[in-house]
């Protein structure tokens, strides 16, 4: 029985989760190893072009894996088999590749999508898919997973309180005072053992206006992309956009990113552990260091897509 009277806590809205019916983890990362304990596969084919968190149940697990590359769609070249105790992984990148998922789901069985930067892309009947909650809205975890088996891992849940500090912190001083812990507390969310959803995370992402969300991220893409498209490297139809995660911008120049920083709008790398893993020839490694990810979402308005714009148009 719950007690009654007490202080107040902190309120939030009540709402629905976006995903009510998914099994609801503390990590995407962890949610891959849900399914490879689950799965029990050999041999896990791993795109060059991902994060390097991604490794980590691989290596906890004792896994085999081996990379493969991308085109210049970010679509896999499959020039290798996948065996029966194999799987492939492969990212939503960007939230802009729900084609290629389809594709790769009437392919392949055993198949894992990665749609830590695609949360508004539905998942594929009966394919293994999971979501990062903290790429797209303001909590300090949280991840779901669509899972084909019908086994369950016993687990505890996770208490996230001490990895929230940049959320409140932003409010009060701001984002960039926010910066250092957001960094430190990514840094807890490593080598974490899979457990369920905090109840923090979970009574966050009751609260979130799902729809608004969904349609500012939209709108912003294409603002941009009226523009940006006749500048852009990275082709892509935008008319199948559903909430993408940021808008892409590849260009030759490398000098953008500073001009940007410089004007205070910050543009995340995706993802540094790339240029380790890859050639200065491979076209991840061009990805790399060439892509602009610049922010659209909910947070920011038309107004802002055109502070961002006048400062590109200066250089491209
Ligand atoms: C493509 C991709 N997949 C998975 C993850 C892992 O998500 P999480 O931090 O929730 O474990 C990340 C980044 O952290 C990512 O960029």
Redesign the pocket.
């Known amino acids: 029985m719950r007690s009654l009277g007490g202080y107040l806590e902190l309120q939030l809205s009540r709402g629905e989760e976006f995903y009510p019916s998914l099994l609801k983890l503390n ?4 949610a891959f190893e849900y399914l490879l304990r689950v799965n029990r596969y050999r041999l896990v084919h791993v795109p060059y072009y ?2 390097e ?2 490794l980590e149940p691989l290596k906890r697990l004792g896994i085999a894996f081996q990379y493969y590359t991308i085109d210049e769609q970010m679509d896999p070249v499959l020039d290798f088999e996948v065996g029966p105790d194999e799987c492939l992984l492969y ?1 939503n990148y960007f939230g802009l590749k729900q084609e290629t998922v389809v594709r790769l789901s009437r392919l392949f069985q055993n198949l894992i999508i ?1 749609n ?2 695609a949360f508004f892309s539905a998942p594929q009947e009966g394919i293994d898919t999971f979501y ?1 909650c ?2 797209f809205f303001g909590v300090p ?1 949280g ?1 779901y997973l669509q899972i084909n088996s019908p086994q369950r891992l016993k687990l505890e849940q996770d208490v996230s309180f001490e990895r929230f500090s940049h959320l409140i912190k932003s409010i009060d001083l701001g984002i960039e005072t926010g910066y250092e812990d957001f960094i430190n507390n990514n840094v807890q ?1 490593s080598n974490n053992p899979v457990r369920r959803m905090s109840a923090l995370s979970q009574k966050i992402l009751s609260g979130i206006d799902y729809k608004t969300c969904r349609y500012r991220r939209n709108s912003n893409f294409m603002y941009l992309h009226d523009f940006l498209e006749a500048h852009n490297d990275y082709r892509f139809d935008a008319s199948v956009i559903n909430g993408p995660m940021v808008y892409p911008l590849l260009t030759s120049s490398l000098s953008l990113k500073k001009k940007l920083l410089d004007k205070r709008i910050y543009v995340a790398s ?2 540094p552990n790339v240029l380790e893993w890859t050639t200065k020839m491979m076209y991840e490694h061009y990805l790399t260091s060439h892509l602009i990810a610049l922010p659209i979402d909910h947070r920011y308005t038309h107004a802002d897509m055109k502070r961002m714009l006048n400062i590109l148009k200066t250089s491209l």
């Open positions: 990590t995407g990362r962890n991902t994060c968190v991604m990212t990665d830590s930067q990062s903290r790429k975890d991840a969310l995706y993802w």
